[in-house]
């Protein structure tokens, strides 16, 4: 079983540390808990890079007459929920926020934190996830339960672009260069990106939007190559839109007068 990336929790002011495989406390309890309203990063794919730690938001609401030690917390997971695989370092909640004081409805927020340094973190960790909730109740005990919500990890990409000759006579030909590189998250490196098929975009002077203008698919490295008309000044860039295990990105704009 592959090692849980989880590390702590913080909630409520209190803290606790797991050093340990993601395995399952004795005395599961079952019941006695209900999870709605799940949120996790607004409903947007995870993207993380090779160093910054990623904070991702989340909300959720839980409805329990049972006490408990700390958290409750809401993450993704693969496998079985408390057995499998566990994605988070560091998880910070709130308190309680009453709903219905009688009936034990509290509402949270929390902010999870990805560490892609992390020795257990990898390329095999990009794609599907599932999310789970849980709350440790006194004794060891524990309520966990799957959400129903379904999260995408992927590896951030990043794109790179050069319009030229600039200035450029109208009529004559621009050449656009770039380059799409991925997260490699074994390595902590930007690799090139081969084989992706890339919009070039532009944005004419005085809009506020770009516009698709040729698809390009990128060669050895991640290289980006293809030529246009120069029919007016504007931004070019590229823009890739993504897949299951990779982010969406578009480059910076690079301007071309032309005169």
Same mark, same amino acid.
């Given at each position: 079983?592959?090692?849980?990336?989880?590390?702590?929790?913080?909630?409520?002011?209190?803290?606790?540390?797991?050093?340990?495989?993601?395995?399952?406390?004795?005395?599961?309890?079952?019941?006695?808990?209900?999870?709605?309203?799940?949120?996790?990063?607004?409903?947007?794919?995870?993207?993380?890079?090779?160093?910054?730690?990623?904070?991702?938001?989340?909300?959720?609401?839980m409805?329990? *007459?049972?006490?408990?030690?700390?958290?409750?917390?809401?993450?993704?997971?693969?496998?079985?929920?408390?057995?499998?695989?566990?994605?988070?370092?560091?998880?910070?909640?709130?308190?309680?926020?009453?709903?219905?004081?009688?009936?034990?409805?509290?509402?949270?927020?929390?902010?999870?934190?990805?560490?892609?340094?992390?020795?257990?973190?990898?390329?095999?960790?990009?794609?599907?996830?599932?999310?789970?909730?849980?709350?440790?109740?006194?004794g060891?005990?524990y309520?966990?339960?799957?959400?129903?919500?379904?999260?995408?990890? %992927?590896?951030?990409?990043?794109?790179?672009?050069?319009?030229?000759?600039?200035?450029?006579?109208?009529?004559?030909?621009?050449?656009?260069?770039?380059?799409?590189?991925?997260?490699?998250?074994?390595?902590?490196?930007? %690799?090139?990106?081969?084989?992706?098929?890339?919009?070039?975009?532009?944005?004419?002077?005085?809009?506020?939007?770009?516009?698709?203008?040729?698809?390009?698919?990128?060669?050895?490295?991640?290289?980006?190559?293809?030529?246009? *008309?120069a029919?007016?000044?504007?931004?070019?860039?590229?823009?890739?839109?993504?897949?299951?295990?990779?982010g969406?990105?578009?480059?910076?704009?690079?301007?071309?007068?032309v005169?």
């Amino acid at each position: 079983m592959k090692r849980s990336v989880r590390r702590a929790v913080v909630a409520g002011g209190a803290a606790a540390v797991f050093t340990g495989v993601a395995a399952v406390p004795a005395g599961a309890a079952e019941g006695g808990v209900a999870f709605s309203r799940v949120t996790m990063n607004g409903g947007k794919p995870i993207v993380v890079g090779v160093k910054e730690t990623v904070e991702v938001g989340g909300a959720f609401r839980m409805t329990t *007459k049972l006490k408990y030690d700390f958290g409750p917390t809401v993450f993704p997971y693969r496998g079985k929920t408390g057995y499998g695989d566990e994605l988070w370092n560091t998880i910070l909640g709130s308190d309680c926020k009453v709903v219905d004081k009688v009936k034990g409805v509290c509402d949270f927020e929390q902010q999870l934190l990805i560490d892609p340094r992390h020795i257990d973190f990898g390329n095999e960790d990009a794609g599907a996830w599932k999310t789970a909730a849980r709350v440790d109740l006194p004794g060891d005990d524990y309520d966990i339960d799957d959400v129903n919500l379904p999260v995408w990890v %992927q590896r951030a990409t990043r794109l790179t672009v050069n319009a030229s000759p600039e200035p450029v006579a109208k009529g004559k030909t621009i050449t656009v260069t770039g380059k799409i590189t991925r997260a490699n998250w074994d390595t902590h490196t930007y %690799q090139g990106y081969a084989g992706r098929s890339v919009n070039l975009q532009f944005k004419a002077a005085g809009s506020a939007s770009y516009k698709t203008v040729k698809k390009a698919v990128s060669g050895t490295g991640g290289a980006l190559r293809t030529t246009v *008309k120069a029919t007016g000044s504007g931004s070019w860039r590229w823009t890739y839109h993504g897949n299951t295990t990779s982010g969406a990105r578009s480059s910076s704009g690079d301007h071309v007068a032309v005169r």
